[in-house]
C-alpha cells in the first residue's frame, strides 16, 4: 500500500487514476507475475474508478498477464516487421515443438506463449521476448527450437541474436561505415 | 465567430462547432459511425473524412472545429475515396449477416456501404469472431457485427451513468465487453439499442418480430411515468410492435426508458375487450346497452364518487368530470396514492423549473423522491447537469442508489425544518447557489401531513430564493401521467379519503386505490383497458382504449399538453373512453354537450386555457400554497419500490416481469457468470 501510494503521488489531486499503470504493474509482481480480478477490483477501489475502466487499461496491454503463466514466458511479436521475417513460421515451430496454440500453457506448466505487438526490435526481427525481459532475436524455425531446448534443460540460452549478429549490425557484418571511414581517413581498429 | 465556405456554401458557426456540425447547418449530411450528438467525440471510425483545402490528409470532420476561411469538400473525389478505404476496412470483420439480422432496413452500416462500400470483397482472410455478451432480459447481443465505434460504452458512461461497458483488449482482439460478465443495470439501458449504428446491440423482446419497411409509424406520447417522452409507435396490423423515442430536447431528448420502451407486450395481455355486468356474484359478458342499463338502474338515488387512474388521458377526465357533475356528485378524486397537497394554485404542483431548466441549476434538493425510479428522464437530465457542472445535489428521504453523488441530509420533515432555519452544510450550498431547486416528491406528500410539508418546501424554496424573476425552482415530481391533468382540469373535490364512503363509484381505470377500502355495499364501475386489480371488484365493466389506441391529450409533469396518436384499433368491443362517457350519459339522461373530439378538445379550453398550446409550458404564477402546520417525525417512504411494474400495463408484461426478477428481485449488482 505504501508503494501503491507513493505512485498516486505522483499524480495531481482528482487525477488519481493515472497511477492505473504503475499499479497494476506492481499487482503482478507482487502476485507471481499476474493479475487476478480481485487484485484489479482493489485498485479500481483504491483508485475511485470504475472497475471496467482498469480491465480496459490490463487487457490493452500485452505486458500485463491476466492469467498464471508458465515458468518461461514466451511472448512472440506477430507485428508486420516481425511478420514479414517469417514470424509466422517461427509461431508454427513453437507451437509444434511445445504441443500448445498461441495463448496457452505446457501441461508441466513450462512454458506460456502469448503473442504482442512491436517490441521495438523490428531490425533483428523476427523476435522473441522471455519472460518480460531478455529478447531472443532473428529467429527461425530451426534455431528457435535451440533455444526452447536451452531454456527447457534449464540453461538460459545467450540472449541477442541467435544467428550471431552483433547487436543490430548489418547481416554481412560491419560494412559501409567501415568503408566509408576508411575513405575518410580513420585508421582501422 | 469563424465564417467558412462547405460545398461551395458559406456560414459563420460559433466557435468550437465541429465542422460536421456546421454541415448539418446547412442540411449537409456526412456519413458517421462514432460521432452522436449527445455523446462526447471520440473520432476512431474515420467514416466523417472530408477534405479541406490546404490540409494535406483528409479531417475527421466530427472532430475538426471550424476555423475562418476554411473550405470544405464533403464530396470530392478523396473524401469519396477516403471514405470508401474507412467502409472496406469496416467491412473486413463485418459478418454481412444482413439476411438475419434485425437491423436490417434501419442500420447505418448497410445504407452507408451502399454509398460508399465496393461491390465485392478483396479479403480473402479468416474474418474474427467475437463471443456474444450477455447484457440481461433486454438487449440482445451479436458482437460479431460491432464495428468498435464505442458510442454504447459512451451513453453507458455519460448518459446512462453505468461503467459497464468498455473496451476491452487491442488491435485484432479489441471487443467491447463488461468486466468479466454483468448485466446492464440501467433503466435506460434500451437506448442502447438505437445508438448503436449496426446491428450488435439489438432489442431481445423483439428479435425476429418484423422488418422495418413492414411498420406504420405513429407519433405519440408515453404515459407509462408523467415525464411524458415523445415516442414513436411502430405497428404491424393492429399490433403495437415496438416503441421507440422522438426528439423532443426540452422534455426526454432522444431517449427513453426501458420501461416506456419494452412494456409493450402488455397492451396485449389481460385485455378488456367487451363489457361485463354482474350477475349473481359473477361477472358476465355483456353488450354496451346491457351494461349502461345495469348502470342506470343501480346508481339511482346513490352517491357516486369518482376516481381517476394514473393511465386516464385528458379528454375522458372532462367527460367524466362534467357526468359527475351533472349527477351531482362531491367526490372527485385524481391522486389514487393520496397524496395529500394544495391543488388550488399551479406554481404549487408543478415541476416549474422545467426539464430543461433543470440544466441551469448549480443544487438540487430532493425531498422523498427517487427521480431514477419515479421519472427516469428527469434523473438523466440531474446527471447530464452533474456531470457538466459538478453540482452538490441533497437527498431528504431513505438512502438509495442514485448514479450521481449526493449528500445524504435526512430521513424526514425535521430535516427540511432545520434547513428552513438555515441549520446543516446543505444550508450553505443552497444560500451560495445561484439557481438552486428542490424537488418534493409523492414520497413526501403521500401522509397525513402532506400539506403541511408542501408549505414548509414552499417556505425553503422562497427562503433560499429558489423563486424569482427568470427562475422557479420548486417542483414537484409526480408519477402518474394523468395527474397534472386532472389536476388542471380540476378533477378534485372532497378530500382524498371519501371515496371509501360513497355507494357507487365510478373507476376511470383506477387500479392503484386500495380496494379494499371500498364500501363492500358500494356498486362499482370500472372503465379501462385492462383486467387488472380493480376489474375484479367491478359490478360494471366498460373496455376503454390503451394509449396507443386513441387520440388523447395528457399533461405531463411540467405542465406540458402533448397530444397522443391512435397507432391501432382497440380490440373488440372497446371504444375510446371520452366516447364511452358521451354514450353513458345519453343512457343516464344527463346528455354531455359534445359529440366530436373536436368540442371535447374545446371543452378542455374552455375549463383550463393551458389546453389552447399544445406542447408548451406556460409558467405559473408564483403565490401562496400548502396549509402550515405541524410536521410528524416519521421518515420519507419512497412510492415506488419495483420501476418495472406501476400500472395495469406494467403489470400485463412479461418482459417487464423478466425485468423484474433480473434486476429487481436478484440483488442488483450480481455479476452473472457465464462461460
Ligand atoms: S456494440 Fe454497437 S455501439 Fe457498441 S461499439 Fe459496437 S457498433 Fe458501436
Ligand atoms: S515488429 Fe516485431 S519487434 Fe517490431
Ligand atoms: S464520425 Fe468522425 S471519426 Fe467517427
Redesign the interface.
Known sequence: MKKAEAHIAKYPKGKQASAVMPLLDLAQTQHDGWIP?AAMEEIGRILDM????V??VA????MYNLQPKGEHHLQLCTTTPCWLSGSAEVVKACEKHLGIKMGETTADGLFSMSDV?CLGACVNAPVIQHNGDDLYEDLTPKNVIEVLDGLKSGKKPKHGSQTGRTTSMGVKGATCLHELAEKAGVKKC | MPKLTIDGMEVTVEPGTSIIQAAEQLGIEIPRFCYHDKLSVPANCRMCLVEVEKSPKPVASCAMPCADGMNVFTKSAIAQKARNGVMEMLLVNHPLDCPICDQAGECDLQDQAVAYGFDRSRYNEEKRAVKDKELGPLVKTVMTRCIQCTRCVRFGEEIAGVNELGVIGRGEHLEIGTYVEQMATSELSGNLIDVCPVGALTSKPYAFTARPWELRRTESIDVLDAVGSNIRIDARGGEVLRILPRLNEDVNEEWISDKTRFAVDGLKNQRLDMPYVRHHGKLQPATWQLAFDAIAENIKGKKIGAIVGDLADCESIIALKDLMKALGSLNLECRQDAAQFDTSQPAGYLFNTTIAGIEKADAILLVGTNPRTEAALVNARIRKTWLANRIKIGVIGPQMDLNYPVKHLGAGPETLEELLNGKGAFADVLSKAKNPMIILGAGALKRADGMAIQALARKVAEKYNMVRDGWNGFNMLHIAASRVGALALGFVEGTPETWSKVNALYLLGADEIPIDKIDAKAFVIYQGHHGDKAAARADVILPGAAYTEKNATYVNLEGRPQTARQAVFPPLDAREDWKILRALSEVLGKTLSYDTLAQVRERLVKENALFGAIGVVQPAKWTSFGKEGKCDKSPFVLPVNNFYMTDPITRASKTMAECTAAFVMSPKKKAVAHG
Open positions: 480480478e470504475p472497475r471496467i475502466k480491465f480496459e487487457t490493452f496491454y500485452t505487438e
